[in-house]
């Protein structure tokens, strides 16, 4: 233990005259310092727009709320259910035990195209047909400006998302086909992908896309997230529906994770492809350190410190200067992005989706940790090279 204690000990004393010096390499330093701000920030902004579309398919789902969508079908709007099967679910004794009052909601979900003005184009967004149940079974606000719409009417609700990505507000009409949708109210359901939705009665969907009384998805309020097994055991008995349960988070989370999957990827991509640049930015920054105090690192070893202390050294002032430019980065970027609502492509339902970037401890620790350690691994070719540098040649070399 002593001889553990004194190594360590000569080992901070090495890295204490290292970050003494910095001042008089600060040229070099602010380079390897800027690079790890870079790399760092770049790094939390990416990982906060995975994390904030996740937040945003996911908000707003319970596990006591049950989607019944067609036998094969991995997403709404590739499901269609007949009518009869809604009439025969909600003649079924068993289903005012199982469920909340007014707590089934049949849905019709359709993707259309809505000019935006910024950027200049089109984009596709969900239209909803539904019911007045369909309130009840999302947690939120609910209307917030205007009133809801009239059943049987030509009037649409919009999501707050899709006001701030279309322009899109109360008494603006919205173009489908040969009709126009008057807009007569914006609601919000805490940040739940339904806010880049657009919502309108369901006969007005069925009738405009010639869906007949079919619906793509129903959606059921639980009295306890246990009766879910009751519901599936109830769309196969006494014969089979032709229908999948899922529990609604499930059904979002699964689409949340190909979108976290495209979104990591990306981040991987450019983590990789800076941490190669900013890896070059290390190694020539503790080179020329290396090389500008060979005089110094030639006395340390005349006076006897050993080859690890003086290596160690190195490498600890890289990590140090990595260390406190991550920190910078990840602050900045918190800073600039934390809460940024901007819109994207739901790559699993190719509609619009609104979401808020999020930093959170989780992406601000991988950032940090992830530019530390390519700060690090780059100054150990240069940490070699002072540890074998000879006494004599490097004093002979100095003078």
């Known amino acids: 233990?002593?001889?553990?204690?004194?190594?360590?000990?000569?080992a901070l004393a090495v890295l204490a005259y290292d970050l003494q010096t910095v001042v008089e390499r600060r040229r070099s330093v602010l380079v390897l310092f800027v690079a790890m701000v870079g790399i760092s920030g770049v790094n939390v902004a990416i990982l906060s727009i995975a994390v904030g579309i996740r937040d945003a398919l996911t908000n707003g789902t319970s596990e006591d709320?049950?989607?019944?969508?067609?036998?094969?079908?991995?997403?709404?709007?590739?499901?269609?259910?007949?009518?009869?099967?809604?009439?025969?679910?909600?003649?079924?004794?068993?289903?005012?035990?199982?469920?909340?009052?007014s707590g089934m909601s049949p849905e019709a979900v359709v993707l259309i195209r809505l000019r935006r003005e910024n950027p200049r184009g089109f984009g596709?967004?969900?239209?909803?047909?539904?019911?007045?149940?369909?309130?009840?079974?999302?947690?939120?606000?609910?209307?917030?400006?205007?009133?809801?719409?009239?059943?049987g009417v030509d009037e649409v609700v919009v999501g707050r998302g899709v006001v701030r990505a279309f322009q899109t507000d109360v008494g603006h009409t919205i173009p489908v086909g040969r009709r126009s949708l008057v807009v007569v109210g914006v609601f919000e359901h805490d940040g739940a992908v339904s806010e880049s939705e657009i919502w309108t009665s369901l006969p007005i969907v069925q009738e405009m896309f010639g869906l007949g009384r079919t619906v793509q998805s129903i959606r059921i309020r639980l009295a306890s997230p246990a009766h879910f097994w009751d519901l599936e055991s109830m769309t196969i008995r006494p014969s089979p529906m032709g229908i999948t349960v899922r529990r609604e988070v499930d059904l979002y989370r699964s689409q949340a994770r190909v979108m976290e999957v495209f979104?990591?990827?990306?981040?991987?991509?450019?983590?990789?492809?800076?941490?190669?640049?900013?890896?070059?930015?290390?190694?020539?920054?503790?080179?020329?350190?290396?090389?500008?105090?060979?005089?110094?690192?030639?006395?340390?070893?005349?006076?006897?410190?050993?080859?690890?202390?003086?290596?160690?050294?190195?490498?600890?002032?890289?990590?140090?200067?990595?260390?406190?430019?991550?920190?910078?980065?990840?602050?900045?970027?918190?800073?600039?992005?934390?809460?940024?609502?901007?819109s994207t492509t739901?790559?699993?339902?190719?509609?619009?989706?609104?979401?808020?970037?999020?930093?959170?401890?989780n992406v601000v620790v991988h950032a940090v940790l992830a530019a530390s350690v390519i700060g690090t691994l780059g100054a150990l070719p240069p940490a070699v090279i002072a540890a074998r540098t000879s006494p004599v040649s490097g004093l002979r070399a100095a003078y």
């Not at 002593?2 to 360590?8: I, M, Q, T, W």
């Not at 709404?76 to 289903?95: F, G, H, K």
């Not at 450019?270 to 690192?297: C, G, I, Q």
Request: glycine content about 8%.
């Open 1 to 10: 233990m002593p001889g553990l204690r004194a190594f360590f000990s000569t």
């Open 65 to 101: 709320t049950a989607v019944l969508v067609q036998e094969g079908a991995l997403m709404e709007m590739a499901s269609r259910i007949p009518r009869q099967s809604v009439d025969r679910l909600t003649s079924m004794p068993e289903m005012a035990r199982i469920s909340v009052e």
């Open 124 to 151: 596709s967004v969900t239209l909803r047909g539904v019911t007045d149940a369909a309130y009840v079974l999302r947690r939120g606000r609910g209307i917030v400006r205007g009133r809801a719409f009239r059943a």
């Open 263 to 342: 979104v990591s990827g990306f981040a991987w991509l450019v983590l990789l492809l800076m941490a190669l640049a900013v890896t070059f930015v290390t190694l020539n920054t503790m080179y020329a350190a290396v090389a500008s105090r060979s005089k110094e690192m030639a006395t340390l070893r005349a006076l006897g410190y050993g080859r690890l202390p003086v290596a160690i050294g190195v490498v600890g002032e890289s990590f140090v200067l990595s260390l406190m430019g991550s920190v910078v980065g990840a602050t900045m970027a918190y800073s600039l992005f934390d809460g940024y609502v901007a």
């Open 346 to 361: 739901n790559v699993a339902s190719l509609s619009h989706l609104t979401f808020s970037f999020r930093v959170n401890g």
